[in-house]
């Protein structure tokens, strides 16, 4: 991936910009003390807050009265947010309820599962750890890691946006009810469930034994359907080592699109699962123009979606979750 993916955008003016540096030297030591000391509530500018490369062991929380905040890491291999959360859902490594968030190279990573299990074999018990739970609305992030097993990234709420990312996990590790597009080649989505090898875990791989019938990328709610939420993969990249399904409804009309992505020999024939509610009329489950020995179709559900042009061409366009411009709006400048 190319550092020049996203760039600040020229126009865009910083009401103010604070350092972090776990080190020292920095107006903090800490994420979460230059958010809650320096940004002030019903912020209506934008504050940049450059993040330098550390390990920052911490719960971040950027809570809804604290908008406009870009989150700007030095390098998204060095730049870390780790936490060992597992008491619930919200237990993450992240969190943000803001609307107006921008985070560019950042790794989110919850270590519950994902060092326990790689480094200490399986003395852990699996649980729900969630390395980002994103709930405000305009959330826009940009080359950052998302790094968990079970339940990685919450994509809880609201109208979000990801670019040129990369997200690990093995379990519905991509969940919610948000209104969402995940777009560029640069997205990989890492299903690994083989046997701990702590070797392979330097190189940011995961092994875990499991049965592979409850293995699934996405799980999306969408309770009506007149809910406007949903998935939309564009130019992805589906890797992994063994058999996954790309989706299970986790909702009555539960929405998932794959667009132009290129998937491994990893993706179960049958492509997608209702969860035994016998709703699979409602589902909107499609896959389109994608490649890769994973994209053959011939053997997909019979209920799976065929578009018709100006269903793809709404989803992969503006209209789907972009109608106003939000994204063009923000201070980062989107690149394809």
């Not at 492509?271 to 009329?281: F, I, M, P, Q, R």
């Amino acid at each position: 991936l190319s550092d020049a993916a996203a760039v600040a955008s020229p126009p865009t003016r910083f009401s103010k910009t604070i350092t972090i540096k776990a080190s020292g030297g920095g107006d903090y030591k800490t994420i979460s003390d230059a958010i809650d000391e320096g940004v002030p509530e019903n912020n209506s500018k934008w504050i940049r807050i450059i993040v330098h490369s550390g390990t920052y062991k911490e719960k971040v929380v950027i809570p809804v009265n604290k908008p406009y905040i870009f989150l700007d890491g030095e390098n998204w291999g060095n730049t870390v947010i780790t936490y060992n959360g597992h008491i619930n859902l919200q237990d993450s490594a992240f969190q943000v309820a803001a609307d107006n968030f921008v985070a560019r190279h950042i790794t989110f990573k919850n270590t519950y599962n994902h060092d326990y299990k790689v480094l200490q074999g399986n003395k852990n018990p699996q649980a729900q750890a969630v390395a980002a739970f994103i709930q405000g609305d305009k959330n826009s992030f940009y080359q950052c890691s998302f790094i968990g097993l079970q339940d990685t990234l919450w994509d809880s709420l609201g109208r979000h946006f990801f670019q040129n990312c990369y997200i690990e996990g093995s379990v519905d590790f991509i969940f919610g009810d948000g209104q969402s597009v995940y777009e560029d080649l640069g997205m990989s989505f890492t299903v690994r469930f083989l046997e701990a090898k702590p070797d392979f875990y330097l190189n940011l791989k995961m092994y875990y034994k499991r049965n592979p019938d409850q293995v699934f990328i996405t799980a999306h709610i969408r309770s009506k359907e007149t809910e406007p939420t949903g998935f939309v993969f564009k130019y992805c990249n589906v890797i992994g080592t063994g058999p996954t399904l790309l989706g299970r409804a986790w909702g009555p009309y539960s929405r998932v699109l794959y667009y132009k992505t290129q998937f491994a020999d990893i993706i179960s024939p049958e492509g997608w699962y209702a969860w035994g509610k016998n709703n699979e009329t409602n589902l909107f489950y499609a896959e389109e123009d994608c490649t890769g020995p994973g994209s053959d179709t011939s053997k997909r559900v019979a209920w799976q979606k065929k578009l018709t042009p100006a269903e793809v061409n709404f989803f992969t366009g503006s209209s789907f979750n972009n109608k106003d411009h939000w994204i063009e709006n923000q201070p980062i400048r989107r690149r394809r």
